[in-house]
């Protein structure tokens, strides 16, 4: 079965830096996510994306964050200037049409010291 | 509070046994789903419910969707160790565009 990839599987940065998280969505899927799972909590929602824009984007979503898909593949999380309350772990998610089965990659663990 | 509440939060049986995990919520939905999370892995769908009181069956799995469609159960019969994992509901929000989940039942099936 295709999967989602993303990239590292482990990101460990310092306060106040720049990280970039990377995901290969399935081929033919149009709509792009990101969501995030802090330890011991629950999955939340951070933004999805579609026809290279944002389609949604939750609270958490701030203005520290964006998403770009920079060819036709990759889809990237941008967090400007990490917060310790960013470790988490961050998967990407992609599905062919809005509202039908989403896939999720393995994730993104996300360490801020 | 939460928009979907799992229960138990935590489940711990023996092989063999039989079990049921809950989401509830006062809210209803137009779909619910489960998801199966393994440790470092993202969550798996496991199977969408749309019509209240349906009942969906996967090998030993059997998800119901409440008449109301406010909440769910996922039975598993038999429990094997490779049941162990955390099990998520999740809906989509109002419109549409992203999933909201449950915390999620953690379940260990011991052999």
């Known amino acids: 079965e295709p999967e989602v990839t993303q990239t590292p599987s482990h990101q460990v940065t310092q306060m106040g830096q720049e990280v970039i998280l990377r995901c290969v969505p399935i081929s033919n899927h149009l709509y792009f996510y990101w969501y995030r799972q802090i330890l011991g909590q629950k999955v939340e929602f951070l933004v999805s994306?579609?026809?290279?824009?944002?389609?949604?984007k939750s609270e958490i979503f701030d203005d520290q964050f964006s998403v770009e898909r920079p060819d036709g593949s990759n889809f990237t999380l941008k967090i400007r200037s990490t917060k310790l309350e960013d470790s988490a772990m961050y998967f990407c998610?992609?599905?062919?049409?809005?509202?039908?089965?989403?896939?999720f990659g393995s994730g993104t663990q996300l360490s801020v010291l | 509070t939460q928009l979907l509440e799992q229960s138990p939060q935590f489940l711990s049986i023996q092989e063999g046994e039989n079990l049921t995990v809950y989401c509830n919520s006062s809210?209803?939905?137009?779909?619910l789903q489960w998801y199966r999370q393994e440790p470092g892995e993202g969550p798996v769908l496991l199977v969408t419910?749309?019509?209240?009181?349906e009942v969906k069956k996967l090998k030993r799995l059997t998800f119901q969707f409440g008449d109301a469609r406010k909440d769910s159960s996922l039975h598993i019969t038999a429990a094997q160790p490779g049941d162990t994992g955390l099990y998520l509901c999740a809906v989509p929000n109002q419109a549409g565009t992203a999933l909201i989940f449950g915390k999620g039942t953690t379940l260990s099936v011991s052999s």
């Open positions: 998610a992609s599905n062919e049409r809005e509202r039908e089965k989403l896939f």
């Open positions: 994306f579609y026809n290279n824009e944002i389609s949604e």
């Open positions: 809210s209803v939905f137009s779909s």
């Open positions: 419910v749309v019509t209240g009181g």
